[in-house]
Protein backbone atom coordinates (compact mmCIF):
# COMPACT_ATOMS: atom_id res chain seq x y z
CA UNK A 1 0.00 0.00 0.00
CA UNK A 2 1.55 3.44 -0.70
CA UNK A 3 0.28 6.23 1.11
CA UNK A 4 -2.35 9.04 -0.18
CA UNK A 5 -1.40 12.71 -0.24
CA UNK A 6 -3.34 14.90 1.41
CA UNK A 7 -4.00 17.10 -1.47
CA UNK A 8 -4.04 14.21 -3.66
CA UNK A 9 -8.37 14.07 -5.33
CA UNK A 10 -8.30 11.63 -7.22
CA UNK A 11 -8.63 8.24 -6.86
CA UNK A 12 -6.45 5.29 -8.21
CA UNK A 13 -6.91 3.28 -11.14
CA UNK A 14 -8.23 -0.07 -11.30
CA UNK A 15 -4.63 -0.82 -13.11
CA UNK A 16 -2.86 0.84 -10.41
CA UNK A 17 -4.87 -0.71 -7.35
CA UNK A 18 -5.67 -4.52 -9.21
CA UNK A 19 -2.92 -4.45 -11.69
CA UNK A 20 -5.52 -5.00 -14.50
CA UNK A 21 -8.13 -2.43 -16.43
CA UNK A 22 -11.22 -4.60 -16.11
CA UNK A 23 -12.16 -6.61 -13.21
CA UNK A 24 -13.66 -9.29 -15.10
CA UNK A 25 -10.15 -10.00 -16.95
CA UNK A 26 -10.11 -13.38 -16.00
CA UNK A 27 -6.93 -14.63 -17.88
CA UNK A 28 -5.48 -12.16 -15.59
CA UNK A 29 -6.58 -13.76 -12.50
CA UNK A 30 -5.74 -17.27 -13.56
CA UNK A 31 -2.10 -16.15 -14.83
CA UNK A 32 -1.40 -15.77 -10.62
CA UNK A 33 -1.39 -19.34 -9.13
CA UNK A 34 -0.30 -20.26 -5.09
CA UNK A 35 2.68 -22.34 -4.32
CA UNK A 36 4.35 -23.57 -1.22
CA UNK A 37 7.07 -21.40 -0.09
CA UNK A 38 10.26 -24.00 -0.45
CA UNK A 39 11.22 -22.86 3.04
CA UNK A 40 7.96 -24.32 4.54
CA UNK A 41 7.29 -20.72 5.86
CA UNK A 42 6.60 -17.35 4.57
CA UNK A 43 7.28 -14.15 6.41
CA UNK A 44 5.74 -10.63 6.33
CA UNK A 45 7.35 -7.31 7.99
CA UNK A 46 4.22 -6.40 10.37
CA UNK A 47 5.59 -2.75 10.54
CA UNK A 48 3.49 -2.15 13.70
CA UNK A 49 4.21 -0.09 16.71
CA UNK A 50 2.87 -2.18 20.06
CA UNK A 51 1.04 0.33 22.19
CA UNK A 52 0.54 1.02 26.23
CA UNK A 53 -2.55 2.20 27.39
CA UNK A 54 -2.51 3.50 30.85
CA UNK A 55 -6.42 3.89 31.18
CA UNK A 56 -7.23 0.64 32.20
CA UNK A 57 -10.80 1.68 32.85
CA UNK A 58 -13.17 -1.28 32.18
CA UNK A 59 -16.36 -0.64 30.29
CA UNK A 60 -15.18 2.86 28.23
CA UNK A 61 -16.46 1.79 25.42
CA UNK A 62 -19.68 -0.26 26.53
CA UNK A 63 -20.53 -2.19 23.64
CA UNK A 64 -16.79 -3.56 23.08
CA UNK A 65 -16.92 -4.80 26.62
CA UNK A 66 -20.28 -6.35 26.37
CA UNK A 67 -19.32 -8.38 23.48
CA UNK A 68 -16.49 -8.88 25.46
CA UNK A 69 -18.56 -10.21 28.25
CA UNK A 70 -20.13 -12.62 25.54
CA UNK A 71 -17.17 -14.37 24.41
CA UNK A 72 -15.48 -15.47 27.33
CA UNK A 73 -19.23 -17.36 27.87
CA UNK A 74 -19.19 -18.44 24.48
CA UNK A 75 -15.78 -20.22 24.38
CA UNK A 76 -15.97 -24.18 22.71
CA UNK A 77 -13.81 -27.01 22.96
CA UNK A 78 -12.75 -28.51 19.28
CA UNK A 79 -11.39 -31.46 20.70
CA UNK A 80 -14.43 -32.05 22.78
CA UNK A 81 -17.28 -30.32 21.36
CA UNK A 82 -17.03 -31.72 17.86
CA UNK A 83 -17.29 -35.72 16.68
CA UNK A 84 -14.43 -36.79 15.51
CA UNK A 85 -15.46 -40.87 15.52
CA UNK A 86 -18.18 -39.53 11.69
CA UNK A 87 -16.32 -40.90 8.84
CA UNK A 88 -16.29 -39.13 5.85
CA UNK A 89 -16.20 -40.76 2.69
CA UNK A 90 -14.96 -37.68 0.18
CA UNK A 91 -16.66 -39.57 -2.94
CA UNK A 92 -20.00 -40.26 -1.61
CA UNK A 93 -19.74 -36.74 -0.19
CA UNK A 94 -19.35 -34.80 -3.72
CA UNK A 95 -21.90 -36.91 -5.09
CA UNK A 96 -24.72 -36.38 -1.97
CA UNK A 97 -23.88 -32.48 -2.18
CA UNK A 98 -24.31 -32.34 -6.11
CA UNK A 99 -27.74 -34.20 -5.71
CA UNK A 100 -28.67 -31.87 -3.20
CA UNK A 101 -27.52 -28.75 -4.76
CA UNK A 102 -28.25 -29.02 -8.47
CA UNK A 103 -27.85 -25.66 -9.29
CA UNK A 104 -24.75 -24.63 -7.77
CA UNK A 105 -23.33 -28.13 -8.39
CA UNK A 106 -23.72 -29.47 -11.08
CA UNK A 107 -22.51 -29.29 -14.60
CA UNK A 108 -24.26 -27.36 -17.67
CA UNK A 109 -23.71 -29.48 -20.66
CA UNK A 110 -23.44 -27.03 -23.09
CA UNK A 111 -20.74 -25.17 -20.96
CA UNK A 112 -18.39 -27.94 -21.31
CA UNK A 113 -18.70 -28.45 -25.21
CA UNK A 114 -14.99 -27.86 -26.96
CA UNK A 115 -12.98 -27.94 -23.25
CA UNK A 116 -10.84 -30.60 -22.33
CA UNK A 117 -13.88 -31.60 -19.59
CA UNK A 118 -15.95 -32.86 -22.30
CA UNK A 119 -13.50 -35.47 -22.28
CA UNK A 120 -14.02 -36.36 -18.81
CA UNK A 121 -16.11 -39.38 -17.29
CA UNK A 122 -17.85 -39.75 -14.33
CA UNK A 123 -14.75 -40.42 -12.06
CA UNK A 124 -12.91 -37.38 -13.22
CA UNK A 125 -15.43 -34.90 -12.35
CA UNK A 126 -15.97 -36.63 -8.68
CA UNK A 127 -12.43 -36.07 -8.57
CA UNK A 128 -12.74 -32.65 -9.27
CA UNK A 129 -15.17 -32.61 -6.65
CA UNK A 130 -13.00 -34.19 -4.53
CA UNK A 131 -10.06 -31.42 -5.26
CA UNK A 132 -12.30 -28.65 -4.85
CA UNK A 133 -13.48 -29.81 -0.87
CA UNK A 134 -9.42 -30.12 -0.02
CA UNK A 135 -8.60 -26.55 -1.71
CA UNK A 136 -11.66 -25.03 -0.12
CA UNK A 137 -10.89 -26.19 3.20
CA UNK A 138 -7.30 -24.96 2.77
CA UNK A 139 -8.29 -22.00 2.27
CA UNK A 140 -10.22 -21.82 5.37
CA UNK A 141 -7.47 -22.97 7.03
CA UNK A 142 -4.72 -20.42 5.95
CA UNK A 143 -7.53 -17.58 6.22
CA UNK A 144 -8.09 -18.34 9.52
CA UNK A 145 -4.10 -18.06 10.43
CA UNK A 146 -4.18 -15.24 8.70
CA UNK A 147 -6.46 -13.80 11.39
CA UNK A 148 -5.22 -15.41 14.12
CA UNK A 149 -2.04 -13.21 13.36
CA UNK A 150 -3.81 -10.30 12.78
CA UNK A 151 -5.91 -10.83 15.80
CA UNK A 152 -2.45 -11.06 17.82
CA UNK A 153 -1.48 -7.80 16.14
CA UNK A 154 -4.55 -5.63 17.00
CA UNK A 155 -3.76 -6.51 20.77
CA UNK A 156 -0.67 -4.77 20.39
CA UNK A 157 -1.67 -1.72 18.14
CA UNK A 158 -5.40 -1.13 19.26
CA UNK A 159 -5.37 1.90 21.57
CA UNK A 160 -8.34 0.80 24.12
CA UNK A 161 -8.51 -1.54 26.98
CA UNK A 162 -11.70 -2.68 25.90
CA UNK A 163 -10.63 -3.85 22.56
CA UNK A 164 -7.46 -5.59 23.60
CA UNK A 165 -9.33 -7.04 26.10
CA UNK A 166 -11.66 -8.41 23.33
CA UNK A 167 -8.92 -9.01 20.55
CA UNK A 168 -7.40 -11.51 23.15
CA UNK A 169 -10.56 -13.58 23.25
CA UNK A 170 -10.47 -13.64 19.27
CA UNK A 171 -6.93 -14.78 18.83
CA UNK A 172 -7.76 -17.84 21.31
CA UNK A 173 -11.15 -18.68 18.58
CA UNK A 174 -8.57 -18.24 15.53
CA UNK A 175 -6.39 -20.37 17.36
CA UNK A 176 -9.18 -23.42 18.03
CA UNK A 177 -10.35 -22.16 13.53
CA UNK A 178 -7.39 -22.66 12.61
CA UNK A 179 -7.16 -26.25 14.85
CA UNK A 180 -10.31 -27.45 13.59
CA UNK A 181 -9.60 -27.36 10.12
CA UNK A 182 -5.97 -28.28 9.90
CA UNK A 183 -7.39 -31.49 11.64
CA UNK A 184 -10.42 -31.76 9.68
CA UNK A 185 -7.68 -31.77 6.63
CA UNK A 186 -5.84 -34.52 8.39
CA UNK A 187 -8.00 -36.85 9.01
CA UNK A 188 -11.22 -36.61 6.82
CA UNK A 189 -9.93 -35.38 3.40
CA UNK A 190 -7.13 -36.42 0.70
CA UNK A 191 -4.64 -33.50 0.53
CA UNK A 192 -3.24 -29.65 1.11
CA UNK A 193 -3.09 -26.67 -0.85
CA UNK A 194 -0.84 -23.73 -0.60
CA UNK A 195 -2.67 -20.50 0.18
CA UNK A 196 -4.14 -19.20 -2.96
CA UNK A 197 -1.93 -16.46 -4.42
CA UNK A 198 -4.95 -13.77 -4.31
CA UNK A 199 -5.32 -14.53 -1.05
CA UNK A 200 -2.18 -14.85 -0.04
CA UNK A 201 -1.44 -11.18 -1.43
CA UNK A 202 -4.23 -9.90 0.47
CA UNK A 203 -3.28 -11.04 3.74
CA UNK A 204 0.54 -9.99 3.29
CA UNK A 205 -0.85 -6.29 2.70
CA UNK A 206 -2.84 -6.45 5.39
CA UNK A 207 -0.55 -7.63 8.36
CA UNK A 208 2.34 -4.80 6.43
CA UNK A 209 0.37 -2.08 7.04
CA UNK A 210 1.23 -0.43 10.41
CA UNK A 211 -2.06 1.36 11.07
CA UNK A 212 -3.84 -0.42 13.43
CA UNK A 213 -7.63 0.05 11.74
CA UNK A 214 -5.79 -1.26 8.41
CA UNK A 215 -5.75 -4.62 10.12
CA UNK A 216 -9.49 -4.41 11.25
CA UNK A 217 -10.58 -2.79 7.93
CA UNK A 218 -8.55 -5.95 6.11
CA UNK A 219 -9.43 -8.71 8.18
CA UNK A 220 -12.34 -7.72 10.47
CA UNK A 221 -14.41 -6.46 7.32
CA UNK A 222 -13.42 -7.77 4.69
CA UNK A 223 -12.02 -11.01 5.14
CA UNK A 224 -13.89 -12.25 7.88
CA UNK A 225 -16.91 -10.51 6.30
CA UNK A 226 -16.29 -13.03 3.09
CA UNK A 227 -15.81 -15.86 5.55
CA UNK A 228 -19.16 -15.89 7.21
CA UNK A 229 -21.37 -15.64 4.29
CA UNK A 230 -18.68 -18.67 2.70
CA UNK A 231 -19.06 -20.56 5.82
CA UNK A 232 -22.79 -20.16 5.77
CA UNK A 233 -23.17 -21.60 2.57
CA UNK A 234 -21.33 -23.96 2.63
CA UNK A 235 -22.96 -24.96 6.00
CA UNK A 236 -25.92 -25.12 4.41
CA UNK A 237 -25.29 -26.59 0.94
CA UNK A 238 -22.92 -30.12 2.97
CA UNK A 239 -24.54 -32.98 3.90
CA UNK A 240 -21.65 -34.10 5.68
CA UNK A 241 -22.79 -33.63 9.57
CA UNK A 242 -19.07 -32.96 11.35
CA UNK A 243 -18.42 -30.32 8.58
CA UNK A 244 -22.06 -29.11 9.47
CA UNK A 245 -21.69 -28.71 12.60
CA UNK A 246 -18.07 -27.61 12.86
CA UNK A 247 -18.92 -24.27 10.43
CA UNK A 248 -22.11 -23.74 12.88
CA UNK A 249 -19.71 -23.65 15.82
CA UNK A 250 -16.93 -21.58 13.56
CA UNK A 251 -19.82 -18.91 12.35
CA UNK A 252 -20.75 -18.52 16.13
CA UNK A 253 -17.66 -17.27 16.49
CA UNK A 254 -17.09 -15.17 13.51
CA UNK A 255 -20.19 -13.02 13.96
CA UNK A 256 -18.78 -11.74 17.13
CA UNK A 257 -15.59 -11.74 14.77
CA UNK A 258 -17.53 -8.95 12.41
CA UNK A 259 -19.28 -7.36 14.77
CA UNK A 260 -16.25 -6.35 16.54
CA UNK A 261 -14.72 -4.72 13.31
CA UNK A 262 -18.12 -2.78 12.85
CA UNK A 263 -18.05 -1.55 16.77
CA UNK A 264 -15.09 -0.58 16.72
CA UNK A 265 -14.22 1.25 13.24
CA UNK A 266 -18.11 2.88 13.19
CA UNK A 267 -16.32 5.59 15.70
CA UNK A 268 -12.84 5.94 14.84
CA UNK A 269 -14.15 6.67 10.90
CA UNK A 270 -15.97 9.78 12.13
CA UNK A 271 -12.69 11.05 13.03
CA UNK A 272 -10.69 10.91 9.57
CA UNK A 273 -10.82 13.59 7.06
CA UNK A 274 -11.52 12.90 3.20
CA UNK A 275 -8.18 11.87 2.08
CA UNK A 276 -7.80 9.23 5.05
CA UNK A 277 -11.22 7.75 4.24
CA UNK A 278 -10.47 7.50 0.25
CA UNK A 279 -7.39 5.59 1.65
CA UNK A 280 -9.63 3.03 3.64
CA UNK A 281 -12.39 2.67 0.41
CA UNK A 282 -9.19 2.02 -1.86
CA UNK A 283 -8.05 -0.40 0.60
CA UNK A 284 -11.78 -2.27 0.88
CA UNK A 285 -12.08 -2.24 -3.07
CA UNK A 286 -8.21 -4.03 -3.57
CA UNK A 287 -9.24 -6.37 -1.21
CA UNK A 288 -12.73 -7.26 -2.43
CA UNK A 289 -10.91 -7.81 -5.62
CA UNK A 290 -8.49 -10.40 -4.09
CA UNK A 291 -11.38 -12.04 -2.56
CA UNK A 292 -13.46 -12.12 -5.65
CA UNK A 293 -10.19 -13.37 -7.80
CA UNK A 294 -9.72 -16.64 -5.29
CA UNK A 295 -12.69 -18.14 -6.05
CA UNK A 296 -11.35 -18.68 -9.89
CA UNK A 297 -9.53 -21.92 -7.73
CA UNK A 298 -6.88 -21.62 -10.29
CA UNK A 299 -4.82 -24.09 -8.08
CA UNK A 300 -7.52 -27.17 -8.81
CA UNK A 301 -7.74 -26.63 -12.43
CA UNK A 302 -3.31 -26.66 -12.15
CA UNK A 303 -3.36 -29.73 -10.51
CA UNK A 304 -6.86 -30.86 -12.94
CA UNK A 305 -4.54 -30.13 -15.86
CA UNK A 306 -7.21 -28.35 -17.41
CA UNK A 307 -5.52 -25.58 -19.66
CA UNK A 308 -6.56 -21.75 -19.12
CA UNK A 309 -8.53 -21.24 -22.44
CA UNK A 310 -10.78 -23.65 -20.97
CA UNK A 311 -11.47 -22.63 -18.04
CA UNK A 312 -12.11 -19.41 -19.52
CA UNK A 313 -14.37 -20.85 -21.95
CA UNK A 314 -16.63 -22.94 -18.77
CA UNK A 315 -16.20 -20.00 -16.66
CA UNK A 316 -18.18 -17.54 -19.44
CA UNK A 317 -20.28 -20.60 -20.57
CA UNK A 318 -21.60 -20.53 -16.61
CA UNK A 319 -22.25 -16.78 -15.49
CA UNK A 320 -24.69 -18.39 -12.86
CA UNK A 321 -21.48 -19.78 -10.77
CA UNK A 322 -20.48 -15.91 -11.05
CA UNK A 323 -23.56 -14.83 -9.41
CA UNK A 324 -23.54 -17.33 -6.68
CA UNK A 325 -19.97 -15.76 -5.70
CA UNK A 326 -21.31 -12.24 -5.73
CA UNK A 327 -23.42 -13.70 -3.10
CA UNK A 328 -20.55 -13.66 -0.45
CA UNK A 329 -20.29 -10.04 -0.63
CA UNK A 330 -23.25 -10.22 1.58
CA UNK A 331 -21.95 -8.79 4.98
CA UNK A 332 -19.06 -6.83 3.77
CA UNK A 333 -21.96 -4.18 1.70
CA UNK A 334 -24.31 -3.50 4.40
CA UNK A 335 -20.64 -3.04 7.08
CA UNK A 336 -19.18 -0.62 4.38
CA UNK A 337 -21.95 1.23 4.12
CA UNK A 338 -22.60 1.61 8.16
CA UNK A 339 -18.62 2.54 8.52
CA UNK A 340 -19.48 5.58 5.93
CA UNK A 341 -16.67 4.23 3.40
CA UNK A 342 -19.96 3.56 0.06
CA UNK A 343 -20.53 6.76 0.50
CA UNK A 344 -17.40 9.01 0.79
CA UNK A 345 -15.50 10.23 -1.84
CA UNK A 346 -18.54 11.16 -4.08
CA UNK A 347 -19.65 7.58 -3.19
CA UNK A 348 -16.34 6.03 -5.41
CA UNK A 349 -16.83 2.37 -3.47
CA UNK A 350 -20.61 2.30 -4.33
CA UNK A 351 -19.41 2.73 -8.19
CA UNK A 352 -16.85 0.01 -7.33
CA UNK A 353 -19.60 -2.71 -5.79
CA UNK A 354 -22.39 -1.63 -8.56
CA UNK A 355 -19.37 -2.73 -11.27
CA UNK A 356 -19.18 -6.03 -9.53
CA UNK A 357 -22.54 -6.38 -8.93
CA UNK A 358 -22.86 -6.42 -5.36
CA UNK A 359 -24.59 -2.97 -4.11
CA UNK A 360 -28.27 -4.27 -3.97
CA UNK A 361 -26.75 -5.79 -0.54
CA UNK A 362 -26.45 -2.53 1.03
CA UNK A 363 -29.71 -2.81 2.39
CA UNK A 364 -29.28 -5.91 4.33
CA UNK A 365 -28.94 -5.54 8.32
CA UNK A 366 -25.42 -4.86 9.04
CA UNK A 367 -23.30 -7.20 11.85
CA UNK A 368 -24.03 -5.25 14.70
CA UNK A 369 -27.57 -6.47 14.52
CA UNK A 370 -26.24 -10.58 14.28
CA UNK A 371 -27.67 -12.64 16.89
CA UNK A 372 -24.66 -14.76 16.85
CA UNK A 373 -22.50 -11.97 18.00
CA UNK A 374 -24.31 -11.26 21.24
CA UNK A 375 -25.82 -15.22 22.39
CA UNK A 376 -24.90 -16.32 25.58
CA UNK A 377 -23.06 -19.34 26.24
CA UNK A 378 -21.02 -21.52 23.45
CA UNK A 379 -22.59 -23.10 20.40
CA UNK A 380 -22.27 -26.29 22.39
CA UNK A 381 -24.29 -25.30 25.35
CA UNK A 382 -26.63 -23.76 22.82
CA UNK A 383 -26.86 -26.74 20.92
CA UNK A 384 -26.68 -25.26 17.61
CA UNK A 385 -27.36 -27.36 14.73
FE1 LIG B 1 -11.87 -17.58 12.32
FE1 LIG C 1 -12.61 -14.74 12.87
Redesign the pocket.
Known sequence: MTTLDDNQEQLRSNIELIGRESIDDLEAVLSVVGHYDVEGYHRVPDNCPAEFTWDYEKGAKPQLDKLYEKAKKAQWNGQTDLDWSIEVDQEQVVIANAEANPAQMQWDEAALAGTALEKWDEKRFIEFGIQNQNWLLSQFMHG?QG?LLC?AKIVETVPWIDAKYYAAT?VM??AR?VEVFSKYLDEKLSGHYPMNAHLGLLLDDIVADPRWDMTYLG??IMV?GL?LAAFGFIHMMTTEPLLKKLLRYVMA??AR??AFGVLSLQEYYKELNAAELRERQEFAFEAAIRMKDRMAMQEVWERMEVPTADVLKIMQAAPERDDFQILLFSKIVPNLKKLGLLDAADGWLRTKFTEMGAIAFEHLTDSTEDEDAFADGSPADRQVA
Open positions: EATQDEHMQEADEHV
